[in-house]
C-alpha cells in the first residue's frame, strides 16, 4: 500500500489512516463494501457504504494517476533530459492535466508547423531570436539561413516564430496560470444557432445566455451541452484575452530594446490563438462537463435511493392500469402477494369512449377480488384515465382508493427477456399493467428488474457517460437491497443479484433448490448449494432472511458468525431465541449496559448494539420508517386551484433547481429552490427526497401551459 496515498485520503476523509488501510486491505481479501459496512464495524470504526466506496476509487484514482507519473519520469529520463527539480514538480501534481503539462514539451510531436520548421534547420534562429539581441539588424541575424528553401528574411523569421510558438505553448506555467485565469474570471455564453429548429423552445432561456464558468450551475452545464449537441446553441467562452497576452509578453520579453519584440509578440499572438487556447478551452469545458455530470449522478443516486426505499403497502390487493387512448387501458388484478389473477382491458378514452362497459369491467374486478387501491400509470392518458378511476369507484360497494404511480422504464421490464420468462403469454402493454401494481405493493422488489438508468427520478441521466453513471446506480442498488434485506425463500432472480457476495452461479443453485425442496428451513442449508463457498456464504449469508424457519435468528440481520455470542447473551438474560422481538425482551435490552455486556462477551460494542438491535426488531425494515404513499378517492383539477391554496403533495423528483411535486394534477407542480425555506440552501438535496409528503402551496398558475408553481414557504 501506498503510504503518501493513505495519508493524502485520511485527510481528505477527515478519518484516520488507520481506517483507511483497514478498508483497503478487507478489500483486497475480497470483502463487499455492505459486508464491510455492516459487520466489520470493529474494524473500520463504523465507516458507512459511501465511504469505503471513496476510499478505494479514490486510492484507485491515485494509484493510476502516480502510474502515470512514473510513466513520465522514465520517457523524459530515457531522453536524458530529466532534472530533479523537473522530477520532483512532476510527482508534486494533483490532476493528470498538470502532469501531461509538464510532458507536453518532451512529447513526440506529430507533423505541426514548429516541425516543418524545425525540418528546415531554424531551431538556431529560433534561440538567437529568443536571446533578444540589441546589436544588427534582423536582416543580418537571419542572413545564414537563407537558401533555395528559405529565400526571403520575412519567411526565415515566420518559420522560426513557429518554432517559438510552440515552445510558448509547452510552457506548463503559462497552461496553468490561462487555465486558472480563465475557469475563475472567465464567462460561459450561449446563443441560439441561425435556422437552428427548438419547437418546444426546451432551450429558450438559453438563447441570450451568459454566467460565470466558475459559480455556473452544473445542471446549467447539461442543458448547454445539451442544446449544443442538438444543434440548436453555440456556446462559447468569453474572457479578457488582452490581460493573458500581457502576461506571457511581461514573463517572456527580457528586452523590450531588441528589435526582435514584434516578432515575440507575434509568436505570443499566434500561439495563443492556434495552439494554447482553443486546448485550454476544451480542456474546461471538459471540465465543467465532469463536474456536472458527476453532480448528476449523484443526484440521480440520492432520488434512486430514496425512490428504492419506498414503503410497500402491504396486505393489499391492487388492480394495476397502464392507461393508453387508441389501444386501450390494460388491468392487471394482483393479489396481497403481487400474484396476477386477472388480465383485462378497457376503453374509456379518446377515441372509444366506451366509459359504461369500461365502469363495468372495473367494478366487477374491484367485488370479485376485493380490490383495496388502484395504481395508474404515469404515461399517456393518465389524468384521463384517472378522472375515469376517480368517477367509478363512488359506485364501488367497498372502500376503493387510487394513486398514479411513476411507470419510468416499465416499458424496458415489459419487453425484457425476464418479463418475457415471467409471462410468455402476454402482451408488452398487459406486463406493464402487472409491473405497475407491484411497483405499489413492493417498489424494490419490481424496481430491480429494470436498469437503474431507466428509472425517472434523474437530471439529464441520458447525457451522463454511460459507465459512470451505471456504476453509481448499481451500488445505489446494492446498498439498498443489503440495507432492506432479502426474504430468501421469495427473493427474485434479480433481488438476489444485487446481494452481497452472489454470482450468477450461486443465484441459479439457489433458485433451482428452493423449486425442488420447497423452501429454505435455515440458513447452513444455503451451504451445501451448488457453487456456496465459504467466502460468498460469509458476505452474503447476513443479507438474506428466512422468515419462518427452524431457527429465529435467521430471520434477523444478524450474521451466524454472532449466533453463539448471541445466544450466550440471551442465556444470560434468562432469555431465549423463542423470545426475538417479544415486548419482554426488548424491555430487558431497553437497559442493557452494552460497554459492560460487551466486556462480559468477548465482543466489541459495534456489534453488540447490532444484535441488541436485530434481536429487538427482529425483521427490521428501514422501508418503515419512510413516509406512506398517499392515497386518493377524488381527482383535483387545475382550474380548482387558486394562489395561496395549501395541498399536500408527493416529491416525484429532487433537482438542483429545486423540487417536482406530486400534488394530483395532470404535470407535477415545481417549487423552484427560492421557494423552499426561508434560510439559503445550497442543493435542495439536504433537506427533501424523493417520496417524501410535503405541504406546500400554490405559487403561480398557468392555465395556458397547465403548469402550476409552489412554495412550501406559506
Not at 655 to 677: C, E, Y
Amino acid at each position: 500500500m501506498n503510504e503518501t496515498i493513505i495519508k493524502g485520503i485520511a485527510q481528505t476523509q477527515n478519518i484516520t489512516e488507520k481506517q483507511v488501510k483497514v478498508v483497503l486491505q478487507l478489500l483486497q481479501e475480497g470483502n463487499t463494501i455492505p459486508f464491510i459496512a455492516r459487520y466489520r464495524k470493529e474494524l473500520t470504526n463504523a465507516l458507512d457504504e459511501e465511504t469505503i466506496r471513496s476510499i478505494n476509487e479514490v486510492y484507485e484514482y491515485q494509484l493510476n494517476l502516480l502510474k502515470r507519473k512514473e510513466d513520465v519520469i522514465r520517457l523524459i529520463s530515457e531522453k536524458g533530459l530529466l532534472t530533479n527539480d523537473l522530477k520532483e514538480s512532476i510527482l508534486q501534481c494533483n490532476k493528470l492535466v498538470e502532469i501531461e503539462d509538464l510532458y507536453r514539451p518532451y512529447k513526440e510531436k506529430k507533423k505541426t508547423k514548429a516541425t516543418e520548421a524545425l525540418a528546415l534547420g531554424l531551431e538556431p534562429l529560433a534561440k538567437m531570436i529568443m536571446s533578444f539581441p540589441t546589436k544588427g539588424d534582423i536582416n543580418s541575424l537571419c542572413e545564414k539561413f537563407l537558401n533555395d528553401k528559405i529565400k526571403t528574411t520575412e519567411e526565415a523569421t515566420l518559420q522560426a516564430s513557429y518554432i517559438i510558438s510552440e515552445w510558448i505553448s509547452d510552457n506548463a506555467y503559462y497552461r496553468k496560470y490561462i487555465r486558472k485565469t480563465i475557469f475563475h474570471e472567465g464567462l460561459i455564453e450561449t446563443t441560439k444557432k441561425k435556422n437552428s429548429e427548438d419547437n418546444e423552445k426546451m432551450f429558450e432561456m438559453y438563447y441570450d445566455f451568459k454566467d460565470s464558468i466558475k459559480t455556473i450551475k452544473p445542471y446549467r452545464i447539461m442543458a448547454i451541452n445539451r442544446g449544443e449537441n442538438l444543434g440548436i446553441l453555440t456556446v462559447k467562452l468569453d474572457y479578457n484575452k488582452d490581460k493573458i497576452k500581457t502576461f506571457i509578453e511581461t514573463k517572456l520579453i527580457k528586452n523590450q530594446a531588441s528589435y526582435v519584440v514584434p516578432i515575440i509578440k507575434s509568436a505570443i499572438t499566434d500561439s495563443l490563438k492556434r495552439l494554447i487556447l482553443p486546448s485550454v478551452e476544451r480542456e474546461i469545458r471538459a471540465e465543467l462537463k465532469q463536474i456536472a455530470e458527476d453532480d448528476s449522478i449523484i443526484n440521480f443516486s440520492h432520488n434512486l435511493e430514496k425512490l428504492l426505499l419506498t414503503p410497500p403497502i402491504k396486505n393489499k390487493t391492487v388492480l394495476g392500469l397502464d392507461p393508453a387512448f387508441r389501444t386501450g387501458c390494460k388491468l392487471a388484478a394482483l393479489d396481497k402477494t403481487g400474484k396476477l389473477l386477472e388480465i383485462d382491458v378497457i376503453y374509456p378514452t379518446e377515441p372509444h369512449n366506451d366509459v359504461e362497459n369500461s365502469k363495468r369491467k372495473v367494478l366487477e374486478l374491484i367485488n370479485k377480488y376485493n380490490i383495496d387501491v388502484i395504481a395508474i400509470g404515469n404515461g399517456t392518458a393518465s389524468r384521463e384515465s384517472e378522472s375515469f378511476i376517480a368517477d367509478t369507484i363512488k359506485e364501488a360497494k367497498r372502500k376503493v382508493e387510487y394513486i398514479i404511480v411513476s411507470e419510468a422504464g416499465a416499458s424496458v421490464y415489459s419487453a425484457s427477456k425476464l418479463a418475457i420468462e415471467e409471462f410468455p403469454d402476454l402482451t408488452v402493454e398487459k406486463r406493464s399493467a402487472i409491473s405497475i401494481g407491484r411497483r405499489l405493493q413492493d417498489s424494490l422488489a419490481e424496481l430491480v428488474k429494470i436498469e437503474p438508468r431507466s428509472i425517472g427520478v434523474g437530471l439529464y441521466q441520458h447525457d451522463v457517460t454511460p459507465k459512470k453513471l451505471d456504476e453509481a446506480l448499481d451500488f445505489t442498488v446494492t446498498k439498498v437491497v443489503n440495507d432492506v434485506g432479502v426474504n430468501i425463500n421469495t427473493a427474485s432472480k434479480s433481488l438476489l443479484q444485487y446481494v452481497s457476495g452472489l454470482n450468477k452461479k450461486v443465484i441459479d443453485s439457489i433458485i433451482s433448490t428452493r423449486n425442488s425442496i420447497g423452501k429454505f428451513k435455515n440458513r447452513s442449508e444455503l451451504l451445501k448449494i451448488k457453487g456456496m463457498t465459504d467466502k460468498i456464504y460469509e458476505q452474503s449469508v447476513g443479507f438474506m432472511r428466512i422468515t419462518d424457519g427452524d431457527n429465529p435468528l435467521d430471520k434477523t440481520s444478524i450474521h451466524p458468525e454472532s449466533y453463539k455470542t448471541t445466544e450466550d447473551l440471551l442465556n444470560k438474560i434468562g432469555l431465549t431465541t423463542n423470545d426475538i422481538g417479544s415486548n419482554l425482551l426488548k424491555e430487558t435490552l431497553k437497559d442493557l449496559n452494552v460497554e459492560e455486556k460487551s466486556k462480559e462477551l468477548n465482543i466489541d460494542q459495534y456489534t453488540l448494539k447490532d444484535i441488541v438491535k436485530s434481536l429487538s426488531m427482529p425483521e427490521r425494515d428501514p422501508r418503515d420508517n419512510m413516509p406512506k404513499p398517499i392515497l386518493r378517492q377524488d381527482i383535483l383539477h387545475i382550474e380548482d386551484l387558486h394562489i395561496g391554496d395549501k395541498l399536500q403533495g408527493t416529491i416525484r423528483n429532487v433537482v438542483d433547481f429545486g423540487l417536482f411535486i406530486d400534488i394530483g394534477l395532470k404535470n407535477d407542480g415545481l417549487a423552484h429552490i427560492s421557494k423552499l425555506s426561508k434560510q439559503y440552501i445550497k442543493n435542495p438535496r439536504e433537506l427533501f427526497n424523493v417520496g417524501e409528503i410535503v405541504e406546500c402551496y400554490v405559487d403561480d398558475i398557468s392555465l395556458e401551459k397547465k403548469k402550476v408553481s409552489l412554495s412550501l414557504i406559506k
